[in-house]
C-alpha cells in the first residue's frame, strides 16, 4: 500500500502541510528540529493512532493553536492511500476543548474512514506503516511495556482482532483488579472472581497465542536480516517470556534463557485452561496482593545475540543494528500475512550505518512500494538512489518539493 496525499493542520510544528505523496522513496531533508520526524510521526499515527514519541496526544496539537485554553483547537492528520481493496481516507483529529473553569482542557480523538466515524480498533489495519527511529533503543534497553508496546502495535495492524481482544483484555484487568482490590479490604465471597477469571483466561490465551506465533515469524525473518547486516556476525533470537507460560505451567521447568522453549504445540484451549488453572492457584494470593499478578500484561519480549541479552549488554551500535533487523523482519512479516507492503518509515538511519549496511538497506528498500526516509544530510545516500527519489526539502514546519 501507498500514500497517495498527506494533510496536515496544527499538527506539531506544521500550522498546514498539505502535499501529494509520490510512489517509492520519499527524502525528507532539513536540518535539526525542522519537522522531519513530525511528519513520519503523523504517518505513524495514521497506521496506529498512537505516538511512538508520547503517550499525552496533546502533545501532538501544535502549541499555538493549543495557547488559547478558551477556545476548541484540532490537530488534524488526512491520510489519502491505496490499499488492496482501493483508494481509501483516513481522518485523525486531536481535539483539545476548554473544560471547567481553571482553564482546564480535555483531549478527545475522533478517526474517521472514508468519511464515516470509526473506532481505532475498526479501521487499525486498513493502513498499515513500519516505523525505525533511532531512539527506539529503548525498546531493547527499557522497560517491558515499551516491548509490549512495540508487539501490539505491531499484531494490531496484521490481525484482525488483535486490537479488540486487547482493549477487551485491559477492561476485564481493570474490573478484575478492582474486585481483587474489594476483596482485600472488604472481603466477600471469591467465587465473584469466576467470571472475570473465565473472561481473563479468554482473550488473554487468544493474546498470548498470537504472540507466540508472531514472535516466531519474526524472530525467523529477524535472523536472516540480522546475519547480513552483521556480516554472519551475530545470531539474533526474541526470546518471548510470558508471565503465564504454557509450557512451564504444565510442569516442565526451563532455563529461561539459555534453552529455546518450543510452545508451537500450543493450541488455544490448552493455553486457556492452563490460564485458568493457574488464576485458581494463584487467587487467594492475589486478592492478598489486590491486583493480577499473571497474564500478557506483564509479558516481556528479549533480544539475545547468541546468548548475550542485548537489552542489557549490548553495545549502542549493536542494538540499533538489531532494532533495524526487527523493523526490517516487520516489514516483510506485514507482506507475508497481509500480502500487503507497508509503508516504511526510517528516521534518521543512514547516519548509523557504514557503507556497506547502506547498501544493503537501499537493497531492502526495493521491495516496499513506499518509504519515507529522513535525513539532515542528502550525500548519506547513494547518487542514484537520491535520483530515483522525491526530495522534500524540510524547514520549520514548512516543506518545498524539490523534484
Ligand atoms: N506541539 C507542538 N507545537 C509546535 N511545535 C512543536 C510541537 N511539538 C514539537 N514541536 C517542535 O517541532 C520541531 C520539529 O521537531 P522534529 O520533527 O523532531 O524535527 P526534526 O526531526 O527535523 O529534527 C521542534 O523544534 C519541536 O520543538
Ligand atoms: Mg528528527
Known sequence: MHLTHLSLT??????RLDLDVPRRAVLLVGSNAQGKTS????????????????????????????ANSATVSVARMVGEFQNQTGMHRLEVRIILEPVGVQNG??????????GIKRTAGEVIGQFNAVLYIPQMSQVLEGGPEERRRLLNLALAQ???????????YQKTLEQRNALLKLLAERGGD??????????LAETGAQL????????????RLAKRIHLALTRGKEVLRLKYLPAFDPVQANGQMVLQMDVDVDRSGCDLSFIRKGFLDALRR???EEIQRGVTTLGPHRDDLRFLAGKMDLGYYGSRGQVRTTLLSLKLAEVAWMKEKTGQWPVVLLDEVMAELDAERRADLLAALSGPEQCLLTTTDEHFFDAGFVHQSTLWSVQSGTVTVRG
Open 10 to 15: 496544527n499538527f506539531r510544528n506544521f500550522a
Open 39 to 66: 511528519v513520519l510521526e503523523a504517518v505513524y499515527y495514521l497506521a496506529t493512532f498512537s505516538s511512538f514519541q508520547t503517550h499525552a496526544d496533546r502533545q501532538l496539537v501544535n502549541f499555538l493553536a493549543a
Open 190 to 199: 471469591p467465587a465473584q472472581l469466576d467470571f472475570w477469571d473465565a473472561s
Open 208 to 219: 498470548i497465542l498470537w504472540r507466540i506465533q508472531a514472535i516466531q515469524e519474526l524472530e
Open 282 to 284: 494463584l487467587r487467594s
Open 158 to 168: 496484521v490481525l484482525p482482532g488483535y486490537a479488540r481482544a486487547l482493549s477487551e
Open 105 to 114: 482542557q480535555r483531549v478527545r480523538k475522533e478517526i474517521l474512514f472514508d
